[in-house]
């Protein structure tokens, strides 16, 4: 079965970065498919942020970009993301996420992990 | 990007009534579509893919229509289970992007 689980900090201080990890467990993430953050601000507000493909590109909303790095650890089975300089509005439930091309949708997420932005 | 209007934003209904969640996309989005369901506390669940495809193990009251610009995503039979938020999603376009949801509740 295949299992995504993020971990990292729950509090971020203002202007210094959010960095979340992904473990990924039942497939390997290079074999195939787009592995994907997603964020889910108060008020329901989804937010697809970017995402590593199997092959190792990367592709970011451009709402984002000069903010956002996605990596990953092969030997790990897990991706990251990092957030730079971040605001109060970054505040949200961030998920990782299989982006399957296939079904063009997400079809395996994380729990989630709630990340508050405060001083 | 392309913009997903949802409506409605909530909806409450009776334990066995037939609901319909709507999506407009800003552009024609040609089918590329999915319907995601979200309960209390939980991470969204795949329900439909390009507008009218069950995803595996999704009950068979939940159906997905529509195309071009405007989508539909009905629920037969309403159960006690489906309380949950529903979310649509555009693919046809970078980036992704989700309608703002619709909250469904129990009458």
């Known amino acids: 079965e295949i299992q995504l689980q993020e971990s990292g900090p729950g509090l971020v201080k203002p202007s210094q970065s959010l960095s979340l990890t992904c473990s990924v467990t039942?497939?390997?993430?290079?074999?195939?498919?787009?592995w994907s953050w997603i964020r889910k601000f108060p008020g329901n507000k989804m937010e697809w942020m970017g995402y590593i493909s199997y092959s190792g590109s990367t592709n970011y909303n451009p709402s984002l970009k000069s903010r956002i790095s996605i990596t990953r650890d092969t030997s790990k089975n897990q991706f990251f993301l990092q957030l730079n300089s971040v605001t109060t509005e970054d505040t949200a439930t961030y998920y990782c996420a299989r982006y399957n091309v296939y079904y063009g949708s997400f079809d395996y997420w994380g729990q989630g992990v709630m990340v508050t932005v405060s001083s | 990007d392309i913009q997903m209007t949802q409506s409605p934003a909530s909806l409450s209904a009776s334990l066995g009534e037939t609901v319909t969640i709507e999506c407009l996309a800003s552009?024609?989005?040609?089918?590329?579509l999915a319907w995601y369901q979200q309960k209390p506390g939980k991470s969204p669940q795949l329900l439909i893919y390009y507008a009218n495809s069950l995803n595996d193990g999704v009950p068979s009251r939940f159906s997905g229509s529509g195309s071009g610009t405007q989508y539909s995503l009905k629920i037969n039979s309403l159960q006690s289970e489906d309380v949950s938020i529903y979310f649509c999603?555009?693919?046809?376009?970078?980036?992704?992007?989700f309608g703002a949801g619709t909250k469904l509740e129990l009458k």
């Open positions: 039942g497939y390997t993430i290079t074999s195939g498919y787009d």
């Open positions: 552009e024609d989005i040609y089918s590329n």
């Open positions: 999603q555009q693919n046809y376009d970078s980036p992704n992007t």
